[in-house]
């Protein structure tokens, strides 16, 4: 039996629009899935369960109006969930998660058997994101569905493993869905994620250069004028390391003494003044310096597919070359 879930094949692209802290809501979500990719946004996106539970119904109704109208199918959506002792949240999130059965949940931090049995008694699928193999097999060992490889330069919370090897070394003991994330920003490099063996592309900064995403004008400039050196790694802000935006680090007056500080997270103080520096610091990856424009996801789908397409058409010309 195939241990990949079927909707891979049923995508326009075989992509997961990343879950965004601040970023990702409703109509970013609502568009990706309307265009055939998995769209996806963080439960804490909203400050209360209750809020998460609007969110989650109007994605639903849209979505099944959406379907009833075009007699389209769309794709799944995603919710990630922090699996943190300091996560207050959890159990009531992961509760209404079973309640609306949310397709995918994408968990970070922990990877908890309790909570994978719970979104699988549905038949909802876990993907579980790490940056290293210690992690990775941990999360095998609770039985998640599929793993999520955050390799060097990704937006938010980066690894700091070239793809390549992380691709290889987890994928030798490790035969579910395996998605990269980090620095995909163009068709070509979905293309490129698949032959390292990805099953599918991971990609968060792109889409926070979309109409949809909930990103300021200011941010999005940002990114397009950003090389893939602007982008800084630094545990300072959020106490996990995670890429920033140079510049924006340098507007809100951060120092290089204040980059070599560590703190530690918490989820349940800390989810406001975590906001707070989230909101004039800006998370971005290395594939910024890719990026050139915003768009409307439909479009961004579009480019992406052509991009895509021409990319896997060179690599079989390759073919009349080598191997001789
Ligand atoms: C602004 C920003 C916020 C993010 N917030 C979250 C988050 O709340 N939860 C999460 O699991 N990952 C988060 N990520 C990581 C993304 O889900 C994804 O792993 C990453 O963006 C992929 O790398 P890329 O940005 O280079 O495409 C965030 C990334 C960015 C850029």
């Not at 609007?54 to 922090?82: H, R």
């Not at 035969?175 to 698949?194: N, P, V, W």
């Not at 300072?236 to 980059?259: M, Y």
Request: glycine content about 8%.
């Amino acid at each position: 039996m195939s241990k990949k879930p079927a909707f891979i094949k049923e995508l326009s692209l075989p992509i997961v629009a990343a879950p965004m802290f601040l970023i990702s809501g409703p109509q970013l979500v609502i568009e990706c899935c309307k265009n055939g990719i998995v769209g996806t946004f963080p439960a804490l996106n909203q400050r209360t369960s209750e809020g998460f539970e609007e969110w989650l119904i109007e994605i639903k109704s849209t979505l099944k109006e959406f379907e009833e109208q075009t007699g389209k199918k769309a794709a799944p959506f995603g919710v990630n969930l922090i699996v943190h002792p300091t996560n207050p949240r959890l159990e009531a999130d992961v509760k209404l998660c079973v309640k609306h059965k949310v397709p995918l949940i994408i968990t970070s931090l922990g990877a908890v058997s309790e909570v994978v049995d719970a979104i699988q008694s549905y038949g909802g699928l876990v993907f579980h994101d790490v940056i290293k193999k210690r992690h990775a097999e941990k999360a095998a060992e609770a039985g998640v569905d599929g793993l999520i490889l955050v390799a060097a330069g990704a937006g938010g919370h980066a690894g700091t493993i070239n793809p390549m090897p992380l691709v290889a070394e987890i994928k030798k003991f490790y035969h579910k869905t395996i998605l990269l994330s980090g620095c995909i920003s163009t068709g070509r490099d979905i293309a490129s994620a698949l032959q390292m063996g990805a099953d599918l592309a991971y990609m968060g900064t792109r889409f926070i250069n979309t109409i949809e995403s909930k990103a300021t004008p200011e941010y999005r400039q940002m990114i397009i004028d950003a090389g893939a050196s602007d982008v800084v790694y630094t545990a300072a802000i959020s106490g996990v390391h995670a890429n920033f935006l140079g510049a924006s680090l340098k507007a809100a007056g951060i120092t290089e003494e204040d980059l070599k500080k560590d703190r530690k997270i918490d989820f349940g103080k800390e989810l406001d003044t975590e906001a707070k520096a989230w909101k004039t610091i800006w998370s971005a990856g290395q594939g910024s310096a890719l990026i050139t424009d915003s768009l409307p996801v439909a479009k961004l789908v579009s480019h992406l597919k052509s991009e895509f397409k021409e990319a896997i058409e060179e690599q079989i010309k390759v073919l009349e070359n080598y191997p001789k």
